[in-house]
């Protein structure tokens, strides 16, 4: 990033050279929070679709790692562009991954792990 020029003045003296370390610790908290929605997910599966919820902890991470991805788009373009993409890929596998667990509770078939979503956090 050309120092003489910050999108967001004095955030950037401080963000901008962590950002990306920021980046993967969301990351690694968001396959974590996977993995406890996942057991959640599937204890209350018994219940009913209405039983099943989002883990908040995901649903915080899914949004700081798309405005993350952004915010670094802005410090490094070439890399922040590739983790912006994958971001937000990720975010799209997450939501269509929680409404299929929904319908497999909804049809009573077994919950399956949400592998897409895994192998997106992982390309990530």
Known sequence: MDPSVTLFG???????PV?????????VLNMVGRG???NRIASRAEEGVEA??????RVATNFLLVV?????????RHAGMIVSLLVVGLFLTDFFEFESRKVE??????IERPWGAIGASTVA
């Open 10 to 16: 004095p955030v950037d003296t401080y963000l901008a």
């Open 19 to 27: 950002i990306g370390y920021v980046m993967l610790v969301l990351i």
């Open 36 to 38: 406890i929605e996942y």
């Open 52 to 57: 099943i919820s989002r883990n908040p902890l």
């Open 68 to 76: 993350g991805g952004f915010y670094y788009l802005t410090v490094e």
């Open 105 to 110: 509770a909804r049809q009573g078939w077994e």
